[in-house]
């Protein structure tokens, strides 16, 4: 049974400081998204990471994939309160287009 | 730019109706999926569909069935509503760049 695990499930943070969200999945996949959530909306595509090796970068935000480890990354640099939210990694099985999703880190940045 | 579209964001309903909510998209995109979004569980997928009239039971199907008639549209249906199926209901279609999300419906059963 393919499995996403995110870590941490809450992260509490300080304005200003630098923090990493991780995802690890159970199967071979080559294709991770991440997504993000504000309360009481959908998600919204954050980065779409196709190969082993991918980063991809968008304001304060960065991740990376290194689908031999089965890992994918979010890295949060110097947090401001609008990136308070929750994030999902979903990962996509065997090329299908049919994705399972993490169980989502919930982040609060404190002003 | 992509848009998936639900009927509705907000829908009460009584014990025992049968419910439908609906989902269009106009990116052209075979797969559609309805996922079910819990407080503390994240996003479970009920139905998956590949194809026009084709469809794959998720983790939770229970309760549960779905419609693809037309390409474009992907419909989920309660036949008999109950309490525990109160939720947040999503639904998506998906490519290679990843899943598109509606803006969700939010299901009261009473």
């Known amino acids: 049974e393919l499995k996403v695990e995110q870590n941490p499930l809450f992260l509490s943070m300080q304005e200003g400081k630098n923090y990493t969200i991780y995802c690890n999945y159970s199967t071979t996949s080559d294709r991770l998204y991440w997504y993000r959530q504000d309360p009481g909306k959908s998600l919204e595509s954050l980065f779409v990471?196709?190969?082993?090796?991918a980063v991809k970068q968008e304001g304060r935000l960065m991740a990376s994939l290194d689908t031999k480890a089965r890992l994918s990354t979010l890295h949060i640099t110097a947090a401001v309160h609008d990136l308070s939210a929750t994030y999902f990694c979903a990962v996509d099985i065997g090329g299908t287009y049919k994705y399972i999703f993490g169980t989502g880190t919930r982040l609060k940045v404190l002003a | 730019d992509v848009k998936v579209t639900q009927s509705s964001r907000y829908l009460v309903k009584r014990t025992g109706e049968k419910v439908f909510l609906e989902c269009v998209q106009d990116?052209?995109?075979?797969?559609m999926f309805w996922y079910r979004q819990d407080p503390g569980l994240g996003l479970r997928l009920i139905y998956f569909s590949y194809d026009v009239k084709m469809k794959e039971k998720g983790d939770i199907p229970e309760g549960y069935s779905v419609s693809r008639e037309k390409k474009e549209r992907f419909s989920l249906i309660l036949e008999s509503a109950s309490t525990n199926q109160t939720s947040m209901y999503l639904c998506?279609?998906?490519?290679?760049?990843?899943?598109?999300f509606g803006q969700g419906t939010r299901l009261t059963v009473v």
């Open positions: 990116m052209d995109h075979e797969n």
């Open positions: 990471l196709l190969s082993n090796g």
């Open positions: 998506a279609s998906s490519s290679i760049l990843g899943a598109f």
